[in-house]
């Protein structure tokens, strides 16, 4: 599909999911005291270890003087100390989060389950998986899904150096932005291993850090009634959600999100991405 056409099509996703945000249904994430977001609960979860955005262009009709509304330069992304963790707003929101892929033998039966219900979601895709991988990543642009960036090679970043996590990250924004017709405005470091440097280039890209909440244990490999359990014990407003559509045999997590999803609705649950105020 080509870039124009994706691109045009996100467009409009975007602007749907914007009316519902306006009438309180979308949702941003919360901050602690005096604006700082709240504090990791959990320790780090995931298997053990195994350039720049592109700038709008220069040319462009500049409106005459004392016509159009005053010209504000575009708010930069901050460099948080800590990731965001929690959604906030009305009603009992939840998001549900998906990394490591996308992976042709599970993302897709992930996707049947959240269109069936109509439920958007967050894959945080590795661009080593999604440049093999472009079909999948148009589709969820189709589906209405927000897809993040999970580097490159899901590598420990702790370990890296600056110029590391950047091409780690910079490449990675570039693949999807290629197949999903948007560069991402979320990341994710590899098992949750954040540092001062993955924070800062990562607003250099225009992103923030986006943790979790609960830890569906997926990566165990526990069953898929355990995972569903965990879920449905760790539901409650606010919550995001980690669970896995790659890095290893996922048909668990494929199987207990067509247990868990249409409970969480049943019980009330407004399933929902987040949404950035300022952008």
């Keep these: 599909m080509k870039n124009d056409q994706l691109f045009t099509r996100r467009r409009a996703l975007l602007a749907g999911t914007a009316v519902v945000g306006s009438v309180g249904t979308a949702a941003v994430f919360v901050r602690g005291e005096h604006g700082r977001p709240v504090r990791a609960a959990a320790p780090a979860?995931?298997?053990?270890?195994?350039?720049?955005?592109?700038?709008?262009?220069?040319?462009?009709?500049?409106?005459l003087i004392g016509y159009g509304p005053p010209r504000t330069a575009p708010a930069r992304t901050p460099v948080r100390r800590e990731p965001l963790l929690r959604m906030t707003g009305r009603g009992r929101t939840m998001v549900l989060t998906f990394d490591d892929g996308p992976d042709p033998r599970y993302t897709p039966g992930i996707l049947d389950t959240l269109a069936e219900y109509e439920?958007?979601?967050?894959?945080?895709?590795?661009?080593?998986?999604?440049?093999?991988?472009q079909d999948l990543l148009g589709r969820m642009a189709d589906d209405g899904h927000i897809v993040g960036n999970h580097t490159w090679s899901h590598p420990l970043l702790t370990r890296l150096t600056r110029r590391q996590?950047?091409?780690?990250?910079?490449?990675?924004?570039d693949v999807i932005g290629d197949g999903y017709g948007e560069r991402p405005r979320w990341f994710r470091a590899p098992y949750g291993a954040w540092n001062r440097a993955a924070f800062q280039i990562g607003a250099e890209l225009g992103m923030e850090p986006l943790a979790w909440t609960v830890d569906s244990l997926d990566w165990t490999s526990p069953g898929a009634g355990a995972i569903v359990e965990r879920v449905e014990q760790g539901a409650a407003p606010g919550v995001v959600v980690l669970s896995h559509d790659a890095g290893g045999d996922r048909s668990q997590s494929v199987r207990a999100?067509?247990?868990?999803?249409?409970?969480?609705?049943?019980?009330g649950y407004h399933l929902t991405v987040p949404h950035r105020p300022y952008v």
Excluded at 257 to 267: A, E, G, I, K
């Design 45 to 63: 979860a995931g298997a053990p270890p195994r350039g720049v955005p592109l700038k709008p262009s220069a040319y462009r009709l500049q409106p």
């Design 165 to 173: 996590i950047h091409s780690e990250m910079s490449r990675t924004s």
């Design 257 to 267: 999100l067509r247990r868990y999803l249409p409970q969480l609705l049943d019980s």
């Design 119 to 133: 439920v958007p979601a967050m894959f945080f895709v590795c661009g080593e998986m999604a440049a093999d991988n």
